[in-house]
């Protein structure tokens, strides 16, 4: 039997470690540099992918076909920063008593909206999963909870978002609230659905194992569907932060308050093609960082979970 | 069924069995009888096989006694109690791995111990304990997915083990395994059965392994499944399984399960294409 055992441990560091002693104890060191070049390689191929697509933007300049009025390429509305950077943050700029040199940089402003904006993206994410995660189990545990309460959110799950968005002037007013509200509302009743759906694909055989050991239902509840379900719940929570990031930005440019959205919408209202490119520019970088930490997050969470999407690629 | 006229039965007996069945999803237009009047008494100690036609309701028979399902009729006794819901002292080990993938392997172990509020110390002891049992000491701090088939259904075992059971249910735990890794899992199995006292009731397909292990070997018919023989293994252990009689027992396991399994291939062939 320990035979196996010892199999077991050799057998994936077997293949690269055979020939001699002295590659043996250069292998981990080796290794160590691939995993740096590796992390470079990402960064390589990120950079040559957006260059490739603003290449072509560029291409289409300087042939003539995108008019730089319409559709400025990348050098054109990346240039001006500190022009661009006066739109954003117009609340705190333009705050009585204050001209419009003073206050936070363009740099600064365009950092403070970006922030605002993703503050109330993760709050409503937040916000909406810890929600929808306790109705979901709520549903499944107590039969009296899933009648009263599962038709009404089935009925609700299907209204657009922007249904929401007088519900949530009317309720908020302006400012952060009714922005995060919409979050909430727009993630709530599809994420109790996943939930729900999440439960009940769960193993019966790991059920069943924890009832044979004399669990109670909610000790099976608490140790064997939360963890057994967490998994795809931060996947639904990553396919759910790009529709927080739609929604935001609606909430925000119809008036709900300032940020991204709002500086969209100012640079349509006076026609700032470069403004609007801009914007999508850091709304762009701010969606990926976003999830680079979720997944990162994700990582850290689900240490268990083997590397599948390395198995897929190398088929 | 009611309990005023409960049949007599030994009450030392491990497992009672009288009249058993179930039908899945009774009273629905999706019925299907699973199993019909099965009786059957299991002494303590006692290593009994089933053996039987796919689908004939092995699997079924043992999630009943470990009390995950109801039966819908008669009744199952473990040891004087009637058996209505799962309980520790019969562990069932599944056809599949279910091991818990977000713990290492000795909390997985342990598990059943953590649900009574065990302190880490004495979970570690008994995981530490069981898994000495199984030849897994230094996987201790694994994951599962870090293990090989095998691994992982030791661990199964293991776990089980740790709860100390009087009955050991198993739904075919070696199946997934190459031949000379079940052999030796049998043997291992053995000595833990010695050890432990626990009565064991093992699904197989494998005639080879019934021989191996039983002391009995039940043969289901197929579809309903409802017991056709109960076959005596009384050959000494350690066992020769080269030895004349072995190979006259396989032989006669071999044609009593033949007919079986030609009528439940006949019946699914019926059942595919509609005459
Ligand atoms: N949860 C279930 N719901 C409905 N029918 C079921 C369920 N589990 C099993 N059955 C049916 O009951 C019958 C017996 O199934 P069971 O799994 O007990 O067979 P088995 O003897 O263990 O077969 P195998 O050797 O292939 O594992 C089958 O016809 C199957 O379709
Ligand atoms: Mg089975």
Redesign the pocket.
Known sequence: MAVVTRDGETGAAAGASRPAAATRQLAPRLLASMAGLDWLAKVWWTCLSISLFAGMWELCWAMGWADEKLLPPPHIFLDNIGEQGKYFNTATRWQVGQSMGEGPSAFESVLITGAATTMRVFVGLVLASVLAIAVGVLVRYYRFFDRLVLPTITLLSPVSPIAWLPVAIFLFGIGNAPAIFMVVVALFFHMVLATINQIDTVNTNLINVARTMGASKPQIYARVIVPAILPGMLQVLRMNLFGAWMVVLVAESTGVGYGMGQVIMLARNTFNPSLVFFTIAVIGVLGFTFDWLLRLAQRRILYWLPDTAERLRVL | MSSENAPHFSSRDAVVCRGVGKT??AGTKRA?E?LRDIDLDIKPGEFVVFL?P????????LYLIAGLEDATAGQIWSFSDKVETPSPERSLIF?ETSLFPWLTVWQNVSFGLAIRGASQEERRAVAAEALQRVGLIAAMDKRPDELSGGMRQRVAVARALAMRPKVLLM??PFAALDVQTRARMQDFLLDVWRDSGASVLF?T?HIDEAVALADRVVVFTS?P?RIKTIYPIDLPRPRNLFSREAETMRIQLTELLRDEVDRAFAEQEAFAVPA
């Open positions: 899945w999803a299907h699973a039987g796919s689908g004939c309701g092995k699997s079924t028979l056809q739904d075919e699904v397909h579809r499944g």
